[in-house]
């Protein structure tokens, strides 16, 4: 199920015969939860939208709209306002045109009935079109968090992954996994997940970590594989020390990190050393590797799928997404420092940073291959028992822009285990000036002007700004917002950064952008409150992408001009910018979806929008004969999403 656009709603509801004859239609297209009240305590109200009709060249009717609470009778009658957001053309499949003016009516939901009449027609709403059009709207929105199908997903990719032979010569992989008090029963499906590895070339190195523990013991003395050794810790060194203890005895080409009480796919080697082979024919041989998870909750039932993008260095500054069933090659490890105390808890996120510092090739395997079991006291259960492990991933940041000698602020995010990373302004501060062509709101013109008084900044003529602002009279950029954008771009390796952009109405306009197949942009998360993050909160976090919004960004005036796309000269239409940064990321720049920076619309916006155009497919095929590995979806994403949903929707078939 893809986005909602006025061409799918009239394709699946196409105009009946009635509608036709008097060339008139009223239509309640779809309703949508709105940003009131507070996002965490449930909906309030919901927006619904109004699509009023006619056969051109006549003008649809204003429709009107009353609220009728239940049992209060006409004289309870209060109207509902019908906020104006679009008028549309629509050219049906005989060619015959209608225009279509769509409006969005705020219901609060304790208004179980309401009333839209234009002219002689007239649509009530009562608890059928609550369900119906609701219903729609959840099973549009809704992600692979909570798709109740998962399990079943799962388990064809597993049939999929299990029809292949595993490789049957490759590196030895060593598996560390430290254990401390671990429920026999839990250590003992630990263990059976181990030994059932399709792939045979492992060694498991067990760190005991209470050697006092009978129930442990007994578990331990069935073991009678080999490749299973137990290393006897004098006493609970902690999680640093007796990972580290565990790293010091292996002997394989590579380590994986396992928890004591955790689950594996049966094929978790093999599709690591899939990939380890691929990239050593290509003389690149990996040196970390990654993949996506899930949590297994009480009753053993999979849940709470974590797809994940590749290596994504904005998005690791604000939570170690790339977390567990981490493997590095075991030469690196002897090249960094490993952890120390004051990372408890975040020592794999650590790890992850020291292993980039590097310049090794990362891979992210994209199949579900390790099993985060929920368990009482664990943070899959309850994030806030481990508070220290929060605070150890400021630290882990703080190390890593330290080693890189990289100034910036870090500060805990509103959700569990994630961090707010951002770059001052540097001393003396770039100059920025609009791109030709594009229009400032009176609000982006003082933040322009503010910023260039505040920071000493000279007012730059066409070509002289060193900070390039493509934006449209539209969008409100207030400064605090524009000097997030001009720290993020000052970094070295950045093209671009783009704010969040959130509707009059307080909805998400802009939070992300992937590329579609056909190579036309598809804005992720689009009309979800401002206050959802989305899938993983995916809205809230800052990333590299393929694209962002041509509409409302900050680009690097110097990385325009190496890229022949100097947007001080000329103006840079929509397509002309999502050509320029396919080509940035192909030159390996990034371009940062920022949502710590938010751009406001200030005039109204179609909830529903619109096809791609014959000219946006035509650009379309033109990026993807730059990027020809877009057919195969946008590099930025992962193929686990059906690349034509903007919810993060798994993908089938």
């Not at 069935?222 to 006897?232: F, K």
């Not at 882990?396 to 990373?421: D, K, M, N, P, Q």
């Not at 396919?582 to 109204?604: I, W």
Request: proline letters at 8%; glycine letters at 8%.
């Amino acid at each position: 199920m893809g986005e909602l656009t006025l061409d799918s709603y009239f394709a699946e509801h196409p105009l009946d015969a009635g509608e036709l004859r008097r060339g008139r239609a009223l239509r309640l297209a779809a309703c949508l939860r709105s940003d009131e009240g507070d996002f965490s305590a449930g909906p309030v109200s919901h927006l619904w939208v109004v699509l009023s009709c006619a056969r051109a060249p006549r003008r649809p009717h204003a429709p009107r709209c009353v609220a009728l609470p239940e049992g209060r009778g006409p004289a309870g009658a209060r109207p509902v306002r019908l906020a104006p957001l679009a008028r549309h053309e629509l050219t049906l499949a005989g060619g015959e045109r209608w225009v279509v003016e769509e409006r969005a009516a705020l219901v609060p939901d304790e208004v179980d009935r309401f009333l839209v009449v234009a002219g002689l027609l007239r649509v009530a709403a009562g608890r059928r079109a609550h369900r119906d059009l609701l219903g729609a709207y959840d099973a549009r929105i809704a992600n692979a968090s909570v798709d109740a199908d998962y399990p079943a997903w799962l388990a064809a990719r597993r049939e999929a992954l299990l029809a292949r032979p595993a490789p049957t010569e490759g590196p030895l992989m060593s598996i560390v996994t430290p254990a401390f008090r671990t429920p026999p029963r839990l250590l003992r499906e630990m263990l059976q997940g181990v030994l059932a590895q399709t792939y045979r070339r492992w060694e498991l190195v067990l760190v005991n970590a209470s050697p006092g523990d009978a129930g442990m013991r007994a578990v331990l003395d069935e073991l009678a594989d080999p490749r299973v050794r137990v290393v006897e810790a004098p006493g609970n060194l902690g999680i640093v020390g007796n990972t580290n203890l565990g790293i010091r005895a292996c002997r394989g080409d590579y380590v994986s990190f396992l928890d004591h009480d955790d689950l594996l796919e049966p094929c978790a080697l093999a599709e690591l050393v899939r990939a380890i082979r691929e990239g050593e024919k290509d003389g690149r041989a990996p040196g970390l590797l990654f993949c996506d998870e899930d949590n297994v909750d009480g009753s053993g039932r999979p849940c709470l799928p974590l797809i994940k993008p590749p290596l994504n260095a904005d998005l690791l500054l604000s939570n170690d997404y790339v977390l567990h069933w981490l493997t590095v090659r075991r030469e690196l490890l002897g090249s960094v420092a490993l952890a120390s105390p004051e990372v408890e808890g975040a020592q794999d996120y650590d790890l992850t940073f020291k292993i980039c510092e590097l310049g090794t090739p990362v891979v992210r395997v994209p199949q579900v291959l390790y099993h985060w079991r929920i368990t009482d006291g664990s943070s899959a259960g309850d994030p806030a028992s481990k508070e220290y492990a929060q605070e150890a991933g400021v630290r882990a940041i703080e190390g890593h822009l330290a080693r890189t000698g990289v100034s910036a602020e870090v500060r805990r995010g509103w959700a569990y285990f994630t961090y707010e990373t951002r770059f001052p302004v540097p001393a003396p501060a770039p100059s920025v000036g609009l791109a030709r062509g594009a229009e400032a709101s009176p609000t982006t013109a003082a933040a322009l002007k503010a910023y260039a008084q505040a920071r000493g900044t000279r007012a730059p003529g066409v070509g002289e700004a060193d900070l390039v602002l493509f934006v449209t009279r539209e969008h409100d950029l207030d400064l605090a917002s524009l000097e997030l954008l001009v720290g993020h771009v000052c970094r070295r390796g950045t093209f671009c950064a783009a704010p969040r952009v959130v509707r009059a109405d307080g909805l998400l306009d802009y939070a992300g952008m992937i590329l579609r197949p056909d190579g036309t942009p598809l804005r992720m998360l689009r009309n979800l409150p401002q206050d959802d993050g989305g899938y993983v909160g995916r809205a809230q976090r800052p990333y590299d992408a393929l694209v962002v919004n041509p509409e409302c960004f900050l680009a690097d005036g110097r990385e325009l001009a190496r890229l022949g796309l100097d947007g001080t000269a000329a103006p840079l239409a929509s397509g002309d910018a999502l050509e320029a940064f396919v080509r940035a990321h192909a030159a390996g720049l990034c371009n940062v979806y920022l949502p710590y920076a938010t751009a406001r619309l200030n005039a109204p916006r179609s909830l529903m929008g619109r096809d791609p155009s014959p000219e946006e497919l035509a650009r379309g095929e033109r990026l993807l004969a730059l990027l020809p590995e877009l057919a195969e979806g946008d590099p930025s994403h992962s193929p686990s999403f059906d690349p034509w949903s903007p919810y993060y929707r798994l993908l089938r078939g």
